[in-house]
């Protein structure tokens, strides 16, 4: 039975979490779809909007029955690592819809999409360290970017959950809505957003902002160059030149 639900549209993915019976939890089958849809949209870059639906559950956690009995080679396998950071990797901009809890690894599901829209009963927490083990597929350098290192080491050695308005607070969503049924609306309106720009600048600017310092400038100049002699940049910028003489 499919983990799944994937909605096709013509500019992007709506890939929904649909393990109701187990609150989402994140397991080795759900991890394979993952790596799926990842596949799909490497071969066909577009943008992805990933949810648990509005259903009071965005993801809780990894399967504790299976982590349970997972060794130290399931653990070097990096089965969960692996596919959230083939999610962060991805060409084209992502954005996680969240309603209810995100917990363990489906808070670090949420963490490697580009961006994240919330419900106000949304919850946030890593509470790892109460099981006896740490946040290891990503929350480790994931958090520290998103809301710095202290209040990151707060929340990984304390286990604590952030609620909705606090994590607006402190950066680690973009936006908080007051109705599930504004959660998804809100979701594809950043994706609409983004899908006003050029493609090709899009998918590029998301690799100059994702590589390390030590790329830059080089690969900024490089991707500008790139765009610069793309035929969409003169189309783009004609269109602006013309309305502009029109008014």
């Known amino acids: 039975m499919s983990g799944l639900r994937i909605e096709e549209l013509p500019d ?27 596949a799909d949209l490497e071969a066909r870059p577009r943008l992805l909007l990933l949810t648990g639906g509005t259903a009071g559950i965005f993801a809780g956690g990894a399967d504790i029955a ?3 009995e997972r060794g130290r080679l399931d653990a070097l396998a990096a089965i969960n ?51 006896g083990i740490l946040a290891g597929a990503g929350a480790t350098y994931r958090l520290p970017a998103l809301i710095g290192e202290a209040r990151a080491k707060e929340l990984l050695f304390t286990g604590r959950r952030v609620d909705a308005a606090e994590a607006l607070r402190i950066g680690l969503v973009n936006r908080v809505v007051a109705e599930p049924d504004e959660l998804l609306p809100t979701a594809h309106g950043l994706l609409d957003e983004m899908a006003k720009g050029s493609a090709l600048a899009l998918r590029l600017t998301k690799l100059a902002v994702d590589a ?4 830059h400038p080089q690969l900024d ?27």
Request: a neutral charge.
């Open 12 to 38: 992007r993915l709506v890939v929904t979490l649909d393990r109701p019976e187990k609150r989402n939890a994140i397991d080795a089958d759900l991890v394979a779809e993952l790596h799926a849809v990842c």
């Open 221 to 247: 100049l490089l991707s500008q160059a790139v765009l610069f002699e793309d035929e969409e940049k003169h189309r783009r910028m004609t269109e602006f030149l013309d309305r502009r003489k029109a008014r």
């Open 212 to 215: 390390p310092a030590a790329a």
């Open 66 to 68: 299976q982590l349970r």
């Open 81 to 131: 690592q692996g596919v959230f950071a083939r999610i962060r990797a991805l060409p084209m901009p992502t954005v996680a819809a969240i309603d209810g809890p995100a917990l363990g690894g489906g808070a670090e599901l949420a963490y490697a999409c580009d961006l994240r829209v919330c419900t106000d009963r949304a919850v946030f927490g890593q509470p790892e360290v109460r099981l």
